[in-house]
């Protein structure tokens, strides 16, 4: 039986390579320290836009992916300059940002938070990344947020609804433009009250995590201070690809609304189920059945086809908005893909708008410099009316759509039209509401 | 009462599913000795040949229309369907209409031709290696399919409505006599139900009357002592694999209406309609349609609020629950035979 | 040395040697040139390497060696994360409690749900564990997150919030995961040249840990407890006959396996405080599989190979966007430029899942024996067939225990 020896001298050099190991990161650690983390050096300066790629949500990051390189395009001067021109604030000249020609590299979030981070971290840490952008999901947006915080860049978060993105998850490296739970209750409420009366009866089911449970949780409370009730809550999981059997008892329920707190291909499904069992169709106590889908997406809407005929939901955003900031992103955006932005095409395309105007304003790429040019910034022109990035929360304030899938679309974009903007100070919540209760913002973190 | 109905309605039509699946997966494993971790591709496969057929009659010709305005203020390219032009607006939209159910004479050639592509090309080679090994090499298969259709269809789901006769959902409550509206389903899922009470009693039939399905019969039990009678066991074994795969394809077809179909949709059934095979016992036929509906009523009755209040997140271990314990309590499954898939 | 043949000691010292130099290693590209983007070299990539090599070896030691598909191992790695977290949630940021509990609450799952499914073999037993994985993939996901009693923050993840306890939280001690003081997220740059070399602690923490993990591995594979795990592959009912009573050793290993799972997911969360359930899903069980497989089931190196190669994939050729290859191909006229992209573009970017797919049928229909097989045949190739029977039984092969 061949056996080398365990010598003195061996086990020294060995332990000798492993304590080096161990090592050498403290003694290095202090040359780390440059002002803040990937501080740009060359006269570039790189985004990084973290889009689910893969999996369900690809369609919504392959459109929120579209409207970036877009963005890019015209913050570096190239095409029409889209919403340059009605944006508010001049300070971008369309030389790049602080004079740095804007380039960008692109991860793949796979709508899961472990992926989503590895993907972001590693366009900090290989790429140079100064920003992360994008996102289709609230759970994804909260962990990329958090990662954020502490690599020490801005996170300017896509589409994300869930009221913990600037509640109790909020971060002082992190911004929303998107609307939330609570924004689409408030805007929900009221058209809901004219459109089917106050005496209601709803039945949610809603998608089983954050999200779901913070919409539903905005919706019936705002449902009910219109007087309706609740009849019941039923959580479905996420996984779920066939609704059949919680939509069955529905009927049996007296309810006489259903409201689908899904997003995504949870959507799509719920919808295209509860309209197989016909419930569009019945009559219970004496009204009309209803579905309200609080949170629209044209994208889903185009997935549900012709199942979104008059089911009402809310957007931050849509297309057939006539403004000039509208007009100007629709045409550019129309212009080079062939085909309208989707609302999280537009949040993208703002967010990476309003980080470059932040940059040139605060003079610096310095996230904390960048963080207090956006707090409180008040601007127009970027198709939602005036707007207000809120100090607080880091959440910002505008109008909220009202949505009505439409009963005859004329063409395939052409699926849902606008009932109501609702304005912004019927939306407005002070930062302490209990719904947002519980978060820290902490510090803004440079990083090293 | 009319609850609990609409519960065991909900779950023989998810357990119809379930059962094609597995039946298809327990063809395979029975006549081969393969596990095919491709099957729930071969599933999606079919679903998009609804998809496919549907986009073909769909095929259209652009008029520019100056009246009307696109998006950006454009004039409107109005989209004429070949199949309008051709056969006459109503014949036309027929066609259109009924694309689903056409499709099902449009998969089965392809989906058998699929089986023996697969049958030949690649699993053939994977026989006297280990199941690990074929588990593996359809995994593999399975994501090389589904990016494939992904590439070219998007990741978005695509409705592809039922025709217009069995949309909407039928009212059984006066024939029970409970009041209207409280068991109503709709149509498409009682006619899927229907189709697959129907492709699951012909596969039975074809096993059980028909002499190619003896011979297939008695090589699953011993084949060695059918080769040696001198029958070509491996030519009548490739023809099954073209009917599994066109039974899992004819399942996928007729789901396109109930969920838009999408690129991963095949995943999301493999790991449960294994679970199914597994719990009928492997090999077994019977097992795997008996344990199919079994499971999908189970699911559908943990999907009640009743059973999420008393155990919250029952509906979602169910299944898994369920597979635990009657493996623990019955070895070999439902009906499975010894000394399958043990060593 | 250290209780190892000179062929497994060499092979220690190779492994040593690469996760020691791998900034470099992994970096062989200048910053600036177009083949930066297959660059590996940085923190997050480098650790994955590492943590998921250990979770591999892990695996290994239950399936290389018994035989035994457990496919919801992924459970394991999830419980170990949140562990982890949580010990930073309650204690405060330093590793070493978290990593250590960890290990212990995988350990403890993995015998209970051991006992049970190791009743079963074959394909039965691949179904009992995957169930109990998709049952707490199931659990974590959303009941066990529900606001009254949220253990594991469903979909977000469990993280660490500012107003958690940490009892044990040091005054100055930093805000961030720390080995004695050591931020693991703490990263040296170090640029030479056109190259740009990065040290994490994060990383040699775990690259030392993943040296334990493989020469333990290594001891295991040689011991005579091996030897059994290994008749137990070969012939369990022979094993049965001669008196022994297979069950105990296999539970043992699955019970080891399911700890460097745990220690795995410990050190994910060591490096990056937060703990998705997705680590728990089925397809999180078949990457593991896949890994395994792919480098070489049963072989001391394979596994961590096959892990390496797989997170090499699913970070580098993801992010190969069309601009990219426009960028590479520019020096071409233009027509065959379009093309080039177009043949190319279905694989990278967004179509990595089909490459992958593509490379697994090549590598099982052509070399079973994984990667470390593909390399054996090089090796043959290269010195001729007689040197080839030495080589063969270099890792798989029953070398006689001591």
């Given amino acids: ?448 | 009462m009319d609850a609990i109905i609409l519960q065991i309605l909900n779950g023989l039509d998810k357990g119809s599913a379930y059962a094609l699946i597995a039946l298809g997966l327990t063809l395979i494993f029975g006549t081969l000795g393969v596990v095919n971790f491709a099957h729930g591709a071969l599933f999606m496969i079919g679903a998009f040949c609804a998809v496919t057929l549907s986009k073909i009659f769909s095929l259209s010709y652009e008029v520019i229309d100056e009246s009307q305005t696109d998006f950006l203020g454009n004039p409107l390219k109005v989209q004429t369907p070949y199949v309008e032009a051709w056969f006459g607006p109503e014949t036309g939209a027929a066609l259109i209409d009924w694309s689903v159910p056409l499709a099902i004479l449009f998969s089965i050639p392809i989906m058998i031709t699929i089986g023996f592509i697969m049958e030949r090309g690649l699993i053939k080679h994977f026989y006297k290696r280990p199941h690990a090994d074929q588990i593996l090499v359809t995994f593999g298969l399975a994501i090389v399919l589904q990016e494939i259709i992904k590439y070219y269809y998007g990741a978005n789901p695509i409705p592809t409505p039922a025709p217009d006769v069995f949309r909407g959902s039928y009212d059984f409550s006066a024939m029970l006599g409970f009041e209207p509206n409280s068991v109503i389903y709709p149509v498409w899922r009682l006619i899927y139900f229907a189709f697959s009470a129907l492709i699951i009693g012909a596969v039975f039939a074809f096993l059980q009357f028909t002499t190619f399905g003896m011979v297939v019969r008695a090589g699953m039990a011993d084949r060695e002592t059918v080769g040696l009678l001198g029958i070509n066991i491996d030519k009548r074994f490739t023809i099954m694999f073209g009917i599994a795969a066109a039974v899992a394809g004819l399942a996928g077809v007729m789901y396109a209406p109930i969920n838009a179909p999408n690129y991963h949709m095949g995943m999301d059934f493999l790991v449960l309609s294994f679970v199914v095979v597994v719990v009928g016992g492997m090999g077994s036929l019977p097992g795997a349609v008996a344990a199919g509906f079994l499971l999908g009523i189970l699911e559908s009755f943990a999907s009640t609020t009743w059973a999420t209040t008393t155990i919250p997140g029952i509906n979602q271990i169910i299944i898994y629950l369920v597979a635990i314990i009657i493996l623990l309590t019955r070895p070999r499954g439902l009906m499975g035979k010894k000394g399958v898939m043990e060593e | 040395m250290l209780g190892l043949h000179k062929k497994d000691f060499n092979l220690l010292l190779i492994v040593v040697v690469l996760a020691m130099l791998a900034p470099f290693i992994l970096n062989p590209f200048p910053e600036n040139s177009g083949l930066a983007q297959f660059n590996a070299g940085y923190p997050d990539l480098m650790q994955k390497f590492v943590i998921f090599g250990i979770f591999a070896i892990g695996f290994n030691i239950l399936f290389g060696l018994t035989g035994y598909l457990s496919f919801g191992h992924a459970a394991f790695l999830g419980i170990g994360s949140y562990s982890c977290v949580w010990m930073f949630k309650l204690l405060g940021y330093s590793v070493v409690p978290g990593i250590l509990l960890s290990i212990v609450t995988s350990g403890i799952f993995a015998w209970l749900i051991g006992i049970i499914s190791l009743r079963r073999s074959g394909i039965y037993f691949s179904i009992l564990t995957l169930a109990f994985a998709q049952m707490s993939f199931a659990l974590c996901y959303s009941v066990l997150s529900n606001p009254k009693f949220n253990l594991t923050n469903g979909e977000t993840g469990l993280q660490v919030y500012n107003n958690d306890p940490q009892y044990f939280r040091g005054e100055g001690s930093p805000n961030v995961p720390h080995f004695f003081g050591m931020e693991m997220n703490a990263t040296h740059k170090m640029e030479l040249g056109g190259w740009l070399f990065q040290f994490n602690t994060g990383y040699y923490l775990c690259a030392v840990i993943m040296v334990l993990a493989f020469y333990l591995s290594i001891r295991i594979f040689r011991s005579p407890f091996g030897m059994m795990l290994r008749a137990i592959k070969s012939n369990n009912t022979r094993m049965n006959y001669t008196g022994l009573n297979a069950r105990p050793y296999t539970l043992a290993a699955f019970v080891i396996s399911g700890m460097y799972a745990g220690l795995a997911g410990g050190l994910l969360s060591a490096v990056d405080p937060l703990a998705g359930a997705e680590r728990m899903q089925w397809t999180a069980s078949g990457e593991v599989v896949l890994m395994t497989i792919l480098g070489g089931a049963g072989t001391l190196i394979g596994p961590v190979l096959g892990s390496g190669l797989i997170k090499y994939f699913e970070n580098i050729f993801s992010k190969i966007n069309d601009n990219v290859l426009h960028s590479w191909f520019s020096f071409m006229p233009d027509g065959i430029e379009d093309l080039m992209v177009t043949l190319i573009h279905p694989f990278v970017g967004k179509g990595w899942h089909l490459t992958l797919g593509v490379l697994f049928m090549l590598i099982v229909i052509f070399l079973p024996g994984g990667l470390v097989e593909g390399g054996q045949r090089i090796k043959r190739l290269i010195s001729g067939k007689k040197a080839a029977d030495e080589t063969e039984d270099e890792a798989t092969q029953s070398t006689p225990a001591e």
Avoid at chain 1, 278 to 289: A, I, R, T
Avoid at chain 1, 422 to 437: G, I, L
């Fill in chain 1, 1 to 448: 039986m061949s056996k080398s020896n365990l010598t003195r001298r061996g086990l020294l050099k060995t332990s000798a390579i492993a304590g080096g190991g161990l090592m050498l990161p403290t003694y290095l650690r202090a040359a780390a320290h440059s002002g803040f983390t990937n501080a740009p050096t060359g006269d570039t300066v790189t985004l990084g836009f973290n889009v689910p790629q893969t999996g369900p949500y690809a369609e919504e990051g392959l459109d929120e992916l579209r409207a970036q390189e877009l963005a890019v395009e015209h913050l570096n001067g190239e095409g029409d300059g889209g919403m340059m021109s009605t944006f508010s604030s001049k300070a971008l000249q369309g030389n790049g940002i602080l004079g740095k020609k804007v380039t960008f590299v692109t991860g793949d979030t796979q709508t899961k938070s472990d992926a989503a981070r590895a993907s972001a971290k590693s366009m900090i840490e290989k790429d140079g990344a100064i920003m992360i952008n994008g996102g289709s999901s609230s759970g994804v947006a909260i962990a990329v947020q958090g990662l954020c915080q502490e690599a020490g860049v801005i996170f300017m978060a896509g589409l994300t609804h869930s009221n913990d993105t600037t509640g109790k998850d909020k971060k002082a490296n992190g911004f929303r433009h998107f609307f939330n739970g609570y924004m689409s209750g408030a805007a929900l409420a009221p058209v809901l009250e004219k459109e089917y009366g106050k005496d209601r009866r709803a039945y949610h089911l809603t998608a089983d995590y954050t999200w779901g449970w913070t919409q539903q949780e905005s919706i019936a409370a705002a449902t009910e201070a219109v007087g309706w009730q609740t009849v019941e809550n039923v959580l479905t999981p996420l996984a779920s690809t066939d609704f059949s059997s919680y939509i069955a008892p529905v009927l049996n329920s007296g309810a006489d609304v259903l409201v689908l707190n899904h997003y995504g291909g949870n959507m799509v499904n719920s919808l295209s189920n509860a309209i197989e069992f016909d419930l569009l169709s019945k009559e219970v106590n004496g009204k009309n059945f209803e579905i309200v889908v609080p949170l629209y997406s044209e994208l889903m809407a185009a997935g549900a086809g012709e199942n979104v005929k008059g089911v009402i939901g809310s957007m931050n955003w849509n297309w057939q908005l006539t403004d000039e900031g509208s007009k100007a992103f629709t045409k550019s955006f129309g212009e080079k893909y062939g085909r309208p932005p989707s609302n999280s095409a537009h949040t993208c395309y703002v967010q990476t708008l309003l980080y470059a105007d932040a940059c040139e304003r605060a003079g610096t790429f310095n996230p904390c410099g960048v963080a207090e040019a956006l707090e409180g910034f008040e601007f127009d022109g970027l198709g939602n009316g005036p707007t207000l990035y809120r100090a607080e929360d880091h959440q910002c304030f505008k109008d909220v759509l009202v949505m009505k899938g439409k009963e005859n679309p004329s063409n395939q974009y052409d699926t849902l039209e606008i009932v109501e903007v609702t304005p912004r100070a019927q939306v407005e919540y002070a930062p302490d509401h209990p719904m947002f209760a519980g978060g820290d913002l902490g510090e803004c973190n440079p990083g090293a």
